[in-house]
């Protein structure tokens, strides 16, 4: 079976630090990857999603960048945090059949909170 | 563009009873709808989705949902709730047309009270 996991699960940095989220896939190959970020209050944000290796697509302009060096593990870093980088962050994988049937399984989460 | 709602922030039920946790989409062509379960401080937990074919799509923990095309409408349900269904609800919505982007609802959060 397929398992999801995310590290660290929770982290307390200050302004203007460098930030390195991992998630990592088991069980299956060639998946398709994505970092969410759910804000105070509810709502998720796609960060960006991976079809592949070094493939990666960028919905919201910010403060962050992702990267995908090897099939099953994803990467969310950024250079130097902003107070408004803090927040729930999800990593999630599909299998990525085409015609988008295919469902997303979610990690554990990182809770992300920057002073 | 495709979009969720989910017009309830919040629902309250008495434990035995049922409920309905409402969500409608917009999307230029077919949707593929999906409800998902998240617990304090835990990622989201697939319930169920809708592809295509029988309307009444049954899921995990005993949930079902019912696609209603000319409503717009994917509503989730269970005919007796538990207080362990006591969650945060998230309807999502892909349209066939648009690739591989899952636009989720902001959220009900379900309150099952003893």
């Known amino acids: 079976s397929q398992t999801i996991h995310q590290w660290p699960a929770t982290l307390v940095q200050p302004v203007g630090s460098p930030l390195s989220l991992e998630c990592t896939v088991e069980?299956?190959?060639?998946?398709?990857l994505y970092w969410y970020r759910q804000a105070a209050g509810r709502g998720l944000q796609l960060l960006f999603y991976?079809?592949?290796?070094?493939?990666i697509s960028s919905e919201v302009p910010q403060n962050l960048s992702a990267s995908r060096p090897q099939d099953r593990q994803f990467i969310l870093s950024s250079k130097k945090l902003l107070l408004s980088d803090s927040g729930f962050y999800l990593c999630?994988?599909?299998?990525?059949?085409?015609?988008?049937?295919?469902?997303?399984?979610f990690g554990p989460g990182t809770r992300l909170t920057v002073l | 563009a495709q979009s969720v709602a989910q017009p309830e922030d919040q629902v309250n039920v008495a434990e035995g009873n049922p409920l309905t946790v409402k969500c409608t989409y917009s999307?230029?062509?077919?949707?593929?709808l999906f409800w998902y379960v998240q617990y304090p401080n835990r990622g989201l937990q697939f319930l169920l989705k809708?592809?295509?074919?029988?309307?009444l799509v049954k899921g995990s923990y005993g949930f079902e949902a019912e696609f209603n095309k000319s409503q717009t409408s994917f509503h989730l349900k269970k005919p007796s709730a538990l207080v362990s269904d006591s969650a945060l609800y998230f309807c999502?919505?892909?349209?066939?047309?648009?690739?591989?982007?899952?636009?989720f609802g902001k959220g009900t959060t379900l309150s099952v009270s003893s």
């Open positions: 999630a994988w599909s299998l990525g059949r085409a015609g988008g049937t295919d469902t997303q399984y």
């Open positions: 069980g299956t190959s060639n998946p398709n």
């Open positions: 991976s079809v592949g290796i070094g493939q």
């Open positions: 999307v230029s062509g077919n949707p593929y």
């Open positions: 809708y592809i295509t074919g029988d309307n």
């Open positions: 999502a919505v892909r349209d066939d047309q648009a690739g591989t982007a899952l636009i």
